[in-house]
């Protein structure tokens, strides 16, 4: 018996040091925002510098025309808080106008499914009044990564692969940048965008014209993005072009430089729930991140210490609970400034007591949100088999991981704690290369959120002007014994919360660390409607990592569920980071070779 270690393997360490920590989806924008905080910024400035590199080196899964949640611990301010990077509905986006153009639903790609784009607002406001450093300290890794070029990862090279003739054919800016030489590029390629590299270039340059002052700069840039010369570019797209989407036909956009002016990212409290000696933190009902806590409000119920964290009872319960709580986003999220939303009601006690009792022995197939009287309204159910073709459809909704545990890519998310104790967890996406076709001026392309609305009247999540659609983007963060404890995320549309929760009972009652808790294996369930298009379910549907034991697969199956199975290493792609006095842990998902965790 081997005494050189005797702790579980693990896909690689856990970690640990004093000085500071960062882990994303890519290892590129770790190093970035480590070396940022090398040069003296904050986990807030290292934040913004790993954001900006992960929109050049991971196109297919973010873009400067995306969308993005973050939530934060600043230790001056004392205190736990979400930024609201979700874009908006734009002011021409009403549910009239989409039926007029024969719409039943919000395309899953083009212009028609573009909001305010909501990531570069929401990175100045945390660099201005959270960090430290200058625009420039922040900006010039991701221009000169677009500039010079970046290794071109696999998965990127296979999304473009996929799309290649929706560009060739209907969107020739994006293959001007993506197909060079009209030839698919090979994993590997030192892959450069000069459009996007010149952009952020002349933002950096208008802003230092406002002289030395560090938000003044800083207020420049935000002209230069919101009522400059990219709010023009994007105005003039959206009029001028017409541009082919899934639905097979061809439509022009309803944003506006105007819907950009008007609009400025928001700070608010984040939502909470307390789990024994953790408070959970999540956005609010304008995002997926309250199943969460719905899921652990149900799960409180039931006694999962000792539960083998791969076995049959641990998974069904997970699943049931997750069933139940999807069921209720259907019914009741959306834009708290547009309508009320019972969340109080959803995540008390008396309301789980009485939705636990729907969890059985058995896998159920029933669609079953909650009720609670004059609110929420439901839109009839597709299951997969009434689904529809799509002109490109690999561009359609958020790409995350197939039914059968192929990773086609999904988005990013990064989490970062300084020496000083301060924390931050964001996941950034949407402005996918293969959302919306690429505006030659600027380099980049839009995003494609709002196909998360309903065009149903009535409806909490129904288009509207101003709206925010209900995004599944969905970070995390915890204090335990009411300290800031750990931050934690994973790009993958609806199976976000899947996997944020399972990994956090799995560090809860199987007591594992970062690393062991996302090298575990892993699971979803596809048994509600999908927030994309074509918004299709799959009921009963279990889909498991072929690493789960032979045993379990079959005591799930003998419970009823509707098990698939994927490779071995195919669900999820978290990344987690934790402080415990003056040590700071992190861990990164090792599925996909891309996330990387770093720290000294």
């Known amino acids: ?8 393997f693990t896909t690689r360490p856990e970690i640990e040091g004093t000085f500071g920590v960062v882990t994303s989806t890519h290892w590129i924008a770790t190093a970035v925002g480590m070396a940022t905080l090398e040069k003296g910024g904050n986990a807030f400035d290292a934040g913004v510098a790993a954001a900006f590199t992960l929109q050049v080196v991971e196109p297919h899964l973010n873009g400067p025309g995306g969308d993005v949640p973050i939530i934060v611990h600043d230790m001056k301010r004392g205190r736990t808080e979400v930024i609201c990077g979700q874009g908006p509905a734009p002011a021409g986006a009403t549910i009239a106008h989409y039926r007029d153009q024969g ?19 929401s990175w100045m406001l945390l660099l201005r009044d959270y960090g430290t450093l200058r625009l420039r300290d922040v900006l010039e890794p991701a221009i000169a990564y677009a500039r010079d070029g970046y290794p071109l990862v696999e998965r990127a090279a296979a999304t473009i692969a996929t799309v290649q003739e929706l560009f060739r054919t209907h969107w020739p800016t994006s293959a001007a940048v993506y197909l060079p030489d009209n030839k698919v590029p090979v994993p590997g390629t030192l892959f450069t965008n000069p459009a996007l590299a010149a952009t952020y270039q002349r933002i950096l340059d208008e802003a230092e014209s406002a002289g030395s002052d560090r938000d003044a700069q800083i207020e420049r840039a935000r002209a230069a993005w919101s009522r400059g010369f990219v709010a023009e570019a994007i105005d003039r797209f959206c009029r001028t072009q017409e541009v082919m989407d899934v639905t097979g036909s061809r439509h022009k956009g309803v944003l506006t430089a105007d819907d950009m002016a008007r609009w400025l990212p928001t700070i608010e409290a984040p939502l909470t729930y307390d789990y024994g000696r953790y408070t959970v933190c999540k956005p609010g009902v304008w995002s997926q991140g309250p ?10 119920g039931f006694e999962l210490d000792g539960l083998d964290p791969a076995g049959p009872e641990f998974i069904h319960l997970q699943i049931e609970a997750a069933k139940l709580a999807y069921a209720d986003r259907e019914k009741f999220y959306g834009d708290p400034d547009f309508t009320e939303i019972p969340i109080a009601v959803l995540l008390s006690d008396e ?8 969890i059985t022995d058995r896998a159920s197939l029933e669609f079953r949100p909650g009720s609670v009287e004059g609110f929420g309204a439901l839109v009839a159910q597709r299951t997969q088999a009434g689904g529809r073709e799509a002109v490109g459809a690999m561009g359609a909704g958020e790409p995350t991981v197939g039914r059968f545990g192929e990773v086609r890519g999904d988005t990013v998310h990064f989490d970062i704690i300084d020496k000083d104790g301060n924390m931050i967890s964001a996941t950034p996406s949407g402005g996918w290369l293969q959302s919306s076709p690429v505006i030659p001026e ?5 995003g494609s959120r709002a196909q998360m609305f309903w065009l149903q009247e009535g409806h909490p999540a129904a288009l509207a002007p101003g709206k925010r659609p209900r995004t599944t983007l ?19 549309g609806d199976q976000q919360d899947q996997w944020n929760t399972q990994f956090f009972l799995r ?10 808790a996302i090298d575990a294996p892993a699971w979803h369930s596809e048994h509600f409607p999908i927030s994309f298009w074509p918004r299709t379910s799959r009921p009963g549907v279990l889909v498991l990592e072929n690493r789960v034991p032979a045993a379990t697969i079959a005591a799930l199956m003998a419970k009823g569920h509707v098990v698939e199975t994927g490779p071995d290493w195919s669900e999820g792609r978290l990344t987690a980071a934790s402080k415990i006095g003056r040590r700071r842990r992190a861990a990164a998902n090792p599925r996909g070779m891309q996330g990387y965790a770093a720290g000294r």
């Not at 719409?103 to 607002?121: H, S, W, Y």
């Not at 199943?291 to 409180?300: D, E, P, W």
Request: charged share 15%; net charge negative.
């Open 1 to 8: 018996m081997s005494n050189i270690n005797p702790d579980p």
């Open 103 to 121: 719409l039943d639903m919000v395309p899953g790609t083009g212009l028609l499914a573009a909001c305010v784009p909501g990531t570069f607002e």
């Open 291 to 300: 199943v969460m806590l719905q899921q652990l409000a149900l799960l409180k």
């Open 351 to 358: 309301y789980n007591d009485a939705r636990r009792k729907l």
């Open 442 to 446: 600027l380099g980049f392309g839009l």
């Open 474 to 492: 969905s970070p995390t963060m915890a204090l335990r014994d009411g300290e800031p404890y750990m931050a934690w995320g994973s790009p993958g």
């Open 507 to 516: 560090h809860v009652h199987a007591k594992m660390n970062l690393q062991e």
